[in-house]
């Protein structure tokens, strides 16, 4: 198991297909893995290990 945003989920393997799974827009997202800020070119090659904890911040605009 991983945890995402405090949550407990299934282990998917790969960054990429968790936001993907999990609905994220990547190009609105910052990614932070067990305290460590993941690159946006780094999402694809990086892998998830059991135990891990993701935190994933949505911006949001408006005015």
Known sequence: MIYVNGKETENCKNLSILLENSGFRRDRIAV????EIIKKSDYDKTVLNDGDKIEVVSFVGGG
């Open 32 to 35: 932070e893995i067990n305290g």
